[in-house]
């Protein structure tokens, strides 16, 4: 297999002082600091421990589905089915636990497992499908995720009409969705653990490097040996895995299954993803930037809830943010 070119990997030879400040998520760690700072200033709150203790867990719910998202744009696609894939393994969750624990109301642990390996089991079905799609029958990224949202979204309403499920285990609750971990809230230990190790694949595994060669020239790639159909695949699967988590976590956080959950998620998280550095062409993302970014729009949010914004504005202002940052990646390619 000859050399494959990998835009995407961290290589600071040949780059001007300035071009190296921007891929190492220079402007979007200032970003941080200046709204972390700027919150704390108009509204001493929020360094309060309950209040970063929150800000850390949301901030959690929206990076393990942008790290989903960053895995397929990464490869030149989209997900805009994480949302949805979110709402329905929520409902799975709580489902398989209500079911289950009348059976067996000794064993939450045993429960607890069994509704998780659910989650994963239709995650990986509802990838494997959209990989198909993509991959083998050629179809858009964009309008088969977009389809594939629509279905599941509309089996979750029909079977919850729209009704929250309860019946969630309370142990799983406790120890998963308000448990800590030396202080650390349990689901941010899990996100941390989950970033660490996309950055280990992107960085030391041959996977990692294919999905750069995939997103940055699918044809040369192809023509080098990589196993395109495959890493596609595996892509969407690994991102509608990463969903189902998340609708797994979240379940554990409110007590309950939740179908309409994720509404805005797609949208969240491709800003999340292109404030990360991740770009709408592939070939280029990382996953500790991403998390930069998730945190940025974490810590905005919660500035914008501390000052009691109207939420209408906040979603206003989510979209301006997403255009600034696509309006600064088409500058740095302008200017390269």
Same mark, same amino acid.
């Given at each position: 297999?000859?050399?494959?070119?990998?835009?995407?990997?961290?290589?600071?030879?040949?780059?001007?002082?300035?071009?190296?400040?921007?891929?190492?998520?220079?402007?979007?760690?200032?970003?941080?600091?200046?709204?972390?700072?700027?919150?704390?200033?108009?509204?001493?709150?929020?360094?309060?421990?309950?209040?970063?203790?929150?800000?850390?867990?949301?901030?959690?719910?929206?990076?393990?589905?942008?790290?989903?998202?960053?895995?397929?744009?990464?490869?030149?696609?989209?997900?805009?089915?994480?949302?949805?894939?979110?709402?329905?393994?929520?409902?799975?969750?709580?489902?398989?636990?209500?079911?289950?624990?009348?059976?067996?109301?000794?064993?939450?642990?045993?429960?607890?497992?069994?509704?998780?390996?659910?989650?994963?089991?239709?995650?990986?079905?509802?990838?494997?499908?959209?990989?198909?799609?993509?991959?083998?029958?050629?179809?858009?990224?964009?309008?088969?995720?977009?389809?594939?949202?629509?279905?599941?979204?509309?089996?979750?309403?029909?079977?919850?009409?729209?009704?929250?499920?309860?019946?969630?285990?309370?142990?799983?609750?406790?120890?998963?969705?308000?448990?800590?971990?030396?202080?650390?809230?349990?689901?941010?230990?899990?996100?941390?653990?989950?970033?660490?190790?996309?950055?280990?694949?992107?960085?030391?595994?041959?996977?990692?490097?294919?999905?750069?060669?995939?997103?940055?020239?699918?044809?040369?790639?192809?023509?080098?040996?990589?196993?395109?159909?495959?890493?596609? %695949? &595996?892509?969407?699967?690994?991102?509608?895995? !990463?969903?189902? $988590?998340?609708?797994?976590?979240? *379940?554990?956080? +409110? @007590?309950?299954?939740?179908?309409?959950?994720?509404?805005?998620?797609?949208?969240?998280?491709?800003?999340?993803?292109?404030?990360?550095?991740?770009?709408?062409?592939?070939?280029?993302?990382?996953?500790?930037?991403?998390?930069?970014?998730?945190?940025? %729009? &974490?810590?905005?949010?919660?500035?914008?809830? !501390?000052?009691? $914004?109207?939420?209408?504005?906040? *979603?206003?202002? +989510? @979209?301006?943010?997403?255009?600034?940052?696509?309006?600064?990646?088409?500058?740095?390619?302008?200017?390269?």
């Amino acid at each position: 297999m000859t050399s494959i070119a990998v835009s995407g990997m961290p290589n600071g030879r040949g780059r001007s002082r300035r071009d190296r400040f921007i891929a190492q998520g220079g402007i979007v760690l200032t970003f941080l600091v200046v709204a972390a700072v700027g919150t704390y200033l108009l509204e001493p709150r929020f360094i309060n421990r309950l209040n970063i203790l929150n800000l850390l867990r949301n901030f959690s719910f929206l990076l393990l589905p942008a790290l989903a998202q960053m895995v397929v744009m990464t490869t030149g696609g989209f997900d805009l089915s994480v949302g949805a894939m979110v709402a329905i393994s929520s409902v799975l969750t709580a489902t398989v636990m209500l079911y289950l624990s009348s059976f067996a109301p000794d064993m939450p642990v045993a429960v607890s497992l069994t509704a998780l390996a659910a989650c994963l089991l239709a995650g990986g079905l509802v990838g494997l499908v959209n990989g198909v799609l993509i991959a083998v029958w050629k179809l858009s990224p964009f309008m088969v995720t977009l389809a594939t949202a629509s279905m599941i979204t509309g089996t979750t309403l029909y079977y919850t009409q729209g009704i929250p499920i309860y019946g969630v285990l309370q142990q799983f609750s406790d120890g998963v969705g308000r448990g800590q971990i030396g202080g650390i809230p349990v689901v941010v230990v899990i996100t941390l653990a989950v970033t660490v190790c996309l950055v280990i694949m992107q960085r030391q595994t041959a996977f990692g490097r294919h999905l750069y060669a995939v997103g940055s020239d699918f044809r040369s790639a192809r023509l080098s040996g990589v196993g395109t159909i495959r890493t596609t %695949l &595996a892509a969407y699967m690994i991102s509608s895995t !990463l969903a189902a $988590i998340t609708g797994y976590l979240m *379940t554990a956080r +409110l @007590g309950s299954g939740q179908g309409t959950i994720g509404a805005t998620l797609a949208l969240e998280t491709i800003a999340a993803a292109v404030i990360g550095g991740v770009s709408l062409r592939g070939g280029v993302g990382r996953a500790e930037l991403v998390a930069v970014a998730a945190l940025f %729009l &974490a810590v905005t949010n919660n500035a914008m809830n !501390l000052l009691k $914004i109207d939420s209408r504005f906040q *979603t206003l202002m +989510l @979209g301006v943010i997403l255009i600034a940052a696509l309006w600064t990646e088409r500058s740095l390619i302008r200017k390269k």
